[in-house]
Each structure stands twice: as structure tokens, then as C-alpha cells.
Nanobody
Framework: VQLQASGGGLAQAGDSLRLSCTAS????????MGWFRQALGKEREFVAG????????DYTDSVKGRFTVSRDNTKNTMYLQMNDLQPEDTAVYYC?????????????????WGQGTQVTVSS
């Protein structure tokens, strides 16, 4: 499967953006999926993820209540709705797939990665 992330851009503090991750060439509906981000000079960190069915979701503490992860298996697409964006959310956002169908905060568990989309939030 190949992943394509999109939807990034420039935003002001308090704005919203929705990221999309579209899969092609594989069995998207059987994979757990995750969003990660990497700010300049920092390590890649887990943001949000969900299981193949979307039943189980997990978020890093800093985005709880602001970000919502979802998926539409009929469209082979995962989403990240980001509300109340803050400057500290500025990063390159990556989507990733875990064939073992569990949500992990560890990037090493995800074997398929998209190319990343830049999100920049100004104050």
C-alpha cells in the first residue's frame, strides 16, 4: 500500500485544518493507522491513531480535545481534524500504517509511511 498525505498549510492560532491520508494499492481496511508529526529539530512524535475498524482511537495528551482522527474505509482515507491550532502544532505531519492492527505510539511499529504534509501555525 502507498500513502499520500494532504491538507497541510498555513493557519493562525485558533484556526482549523483537516488532513487527509489516502491509501492505494493495498488492504487499507485491515491496517491500523496513525498520524505522527515532526517539528524542526525534534524527534518524530505520535499524534493520533485508530484501529482498522476505527473503534479504538488514541491521542497524545497535547491534542486531546482539539484533534479528531477518523477514517472512511470505503474511500481508503484517514483524516485528522485539527481544531484550535496552536503554534506548537507546527510540524510536518505524516500518516503511517501498521499491518498488525493495533494503535501504537511507537513509530517503529508502522511499516508504511506517507510523504508528509507541512502544517504551520502562526500566533
Amino acid at each position: 500500500v502507498q500513502l499520500q498525505a494532504s491538507g497541510g498549510g498555513l493557519a493562525q492560532a485558533g484556526d482549523s485544518l483537516r488532513l487527509s491520508c489516502t491509501a492505494s494499492g493495498g488492504t487499507f481496511s485491515s491496517y491500523a493507522m496513525g498520524w505522527f508529526r515532526q517539528a524542526l529539530g525534534k524527534e518524530r512524535e505520535f499524534v493520533a491513531g485508530l484501529t482498522a475498524s476505527g473503534f479504538r482511537k488514541d491521542y497524545t495528551d497535547s491534542v486531546k480535545g482539539r484533534f479528531t482522527v477518523s477514517r472512511d474505509n470505503t474511500k481508503n482515507t484517514m483524516y485528522l481534524q485539527m481544531n484550535d491550532l496552536q503554534p506548537e502544532d507546527t510540524a510536518v505531519y505524516y500518516c503511517a500504517a501498521n499491518r498488525r492492527n493495533f494503535v501504537s505510539i511507537s513509530a517503529s511499529m508502522y511499516t508504511i509511511w506517507g510523504q508528509g504534509t507541512q502544517v504551520t501555525v502562526s500566533s
